[in-house]
């Protein structure tokens, strides 16, 4: 299996993004949120609109390949002493191959480059119910740093454990 990043910059990859989050949210979040809270969300935060603005806002999305072949995305932001990861995200036929591993292990890479220099954590949220993604979470590191709600918009709330890993700079 040979596992490859590509990052997103074309209009052509911000729809196979688009068309891989519809598919991956809706296996997600299916038995944590309505389905209308899924749409809600979705059109917010994965439509192709919603992935300019954040390519635009110098968020970082890139598509994880295997065997070149779309199995996932991950986006992140650069905050300064620390990455944010907002979304990573593995179809389900590619799950438990380690993908999400390889991943997070891009970002003890980068941080021997001088740009990320100064990064000493990585940073996610995960709705609290999602016990599948908190396991993958923890096994890789992370560990729970608090909890927040946070008012999404149009009635919906997002119920997150924010957590955090240090970066592994060998």
Not at 37 to 63: H, L, P
Not at 67 to 72: Q, S, V
Not at 122 to 143: C, D, M, P, S, W
Request: with cysteine.
């Amino acid at each position: 299996m040979r596992f490859d990043v590509m990052p997103v910059v074309t209009e052509k990859q911000i729809a196979e993004i688009e068309t891989t989050a519809r598919n991956v949210w809706q296996n997600y979040y299916k038995d944590i949120f309505s389905p209308e809270q899924i749409d809600y969300m979705f059109e917010k935060y994965q439509s192709r609109a919603a992935v300019r603005r954040q390519i635009e806002a110098r968020n970082i999305y890139y598509m994880l390949l295997v065997d070149n072949e779309l199995a996932g995305y991950m986006c992140y932001k650069n905050c300064g002493d620390h990455v944010f990861i907002s979304r990573l995200y593995i179809k389900p036929e590619y799950r438990r191959q380690g993908l999400a591993r390889r991943a997070i292990a891009l970002f003890d890479t980068m941080a021997k480059i001088e740009e990320f220099d100064s990064i000493k954590t990585l940073r996610l949220q995960v709705e609290r119910k999602n016990t599948f993604a908190i396991n993958v979470y923890e096994h890789l590191g992370f560990y729970k740093i608090k909890s927040i709600d946070t008012d999404i918009g149009n009635g919906f709330y997002c119920n997150d454990y924010v957590m955090e890993r240090k970066i592994i700079k060998n």
